[in-house]
């Protein structure tokens, strides 16, 4: 597989456009706003020089790289000749459904048709299609250029062939795939996000602490550890003989836990507005842009350095 094709070209499929370019491979590009198309190609340029300057290239000027990428007038030119499409089109079904009946009848039988969507299941925008068994869900973790994950979830009728086609490519291109057997809301990552984001905002509605000593408990301590390691290697850690010990020790505390967190409630107005309210305390409206860029080069240096750590550990 050597050449791809980007549909979609918002924040999440600009990202992707600069992960196949920088792996090697020729990308066609290609957004129902021509203009986006455009701003793909300036953000792959400025990512890749960023990159470079992060210790995160791949030893390529920045010009070879820009040069894999093409930008399309019209959705056949960009799928001529691909092997794989990463759609990143707007997250809403309609649009996808419509988008999809075109890429099916114009894209060649063999070709993967991959989804960037982070909630929509791929069967609901899949199931009348002619070549619906090519299709599965490739979500990544924004941005894809930075973080490796990516969860490849299948419809009901994806050909398992596929889903190994679509995890190889993956692993080639540098990214870190997990599969999941089925469809499930929310995929893995979500669901994880969704039960931390549950207790959290939790934890400021009932008065027990702030929003900002919330953020500090996972920045400062939780997230140290998961940065290189998951939740069952750390517990596995935390007990002289591994997670059978810790779950006999622990799990009571942890089950006293769960039925008291089985208390699913809605981020109501009042809620969201003091929370809202304290996290303008600490990053006011207009400095958001600049928090998000700062976000981005600390994220890049992390990688950068998780990355010597690793080779040098051998893991």
Known sequence: MTRVAIVGCGVVGSSWALVFARAGLQVTVWDAIPAAVEQTLAFVKSGAKALDQQGLGNGESVDAITARLTGCATLED???GVDYVQESAPERVEIKRELYRKLDSL????????SSTSGLPA????????NRARCLVVHPINPPHLIPLVELVPAPWTRPEIVDEAAALMEKIGQSPIRLSREING?????LQSALLGEAFRLVEDGLCSAADVDKAVADGLGLRWFFMGPFETIDLNAASGVAEYCRNLGPMYYGLAKEQADPREWGPALVKEVESQRRTVTTAGALPARRAWRDRCLAAFVAAKRRVMSAEGT
């Open 123 to 130: 069967s609901s925008f899949t199931e009348e299609l002619a």
């Open 187 to 191: 995929f893995v990552v979500n669901r």
């Open 107 to 114: 894209a060649a039988p063999h070709v993967v048709l991959a």
């Open 78 to 80: 960009a799928l001529d």
